[in-house]
């Protein structure tokens, strides 16, 4: 066994030598990522996606929502952040993609009102519409200029709503957000 092993070292540095070669030829300089590289990225983000999935498919049958969307195709497929707000609109429920749009970790953000996400260059007329939306158990869909952690600006697609339970009592609001040009 030993001398398969040794063997095969004997050759692992010949291969490390031709691809050395090979590559210091090239402009690029660099040598190509495995396709595992990729795939563990993936199927990290992929993990993520899932249990804010699962997350929100619990937080939806503990408040007993009417209605439910489908959370694996706007997180998944169309990659969109949730936010979920209770009645008085702090924040109880956030995706873990949202680090990717804004900077904020979710748990970051639990307990605190979406207006954080806001500055001086977010619209007035616009917030007011979606206050106004909010008031009257309305849907909504804006876009409005927020704020990165680090307090870069962004505009921010949102297209929120409220959550009726069985029972037609809001116990929640829901909203879609995505970065756009």
């Given amino acids: 066994m030993f001398f398969f092993i040794v063997l095969g070292m004997e050759k692992m540095r010949f291969y490390d030598e031709a691809a050395h ?8 300089q660099g040598y190509p990522l495995s396709a595992l590289d990729f795939y563990a990225q993936h199927f990290t983000k992929l993990c993520k996606d899932l249990q804010d999935v699962h997350g929100l498919s619990s937080l939806a049958e503990e408040g007993k929502w009417h209605k439910s ?3 694996r195709d ?25 680090t990717e749009m804004n900077g ?10 979406p207006k954080m ?9 616009t917030t007011k519409k979606v206050s106004l939306a909010i008031k009257n158990y309305k849907p909504f869909e804006v876009i409005l200029t927020n704020y990165r ?10 297209k929120g709503s409220p959550v009726f339970d069985t029972a037609g009592k809001v116990v929640n609001f829901i909203a879609f957000e995505k970065e756009v040009a």
Avoid: H, R, S
Wanted: charged content about 25%; glycine content about 6%.
């Fill in 74 to 98: 706007e997180i998944v497929d169309k990659e969109q952040v949730i936010v979920v707000t209770d009645t008085n609109l702090n924040i109880v429920f956030a995706t873990q993609n949202m």
């Fill in 104 to 113: 904020y970790q979710p748990n970051e953000v639990l307990g605190k009102k």
């Fill in 117 to 125: 996400f806001q500055g001086e260059g977010t619209c007035k007329e």
């Fill in 21 to 28: 070669n090979f590559y210091a030829k090239m402009e690029l």
């Fill in 149 to 158: 952690k680090n307090g870069t600006p962004y505009q921010c697609w949102i």
């Fill in 69 to 71: 969307a489908k959370f």
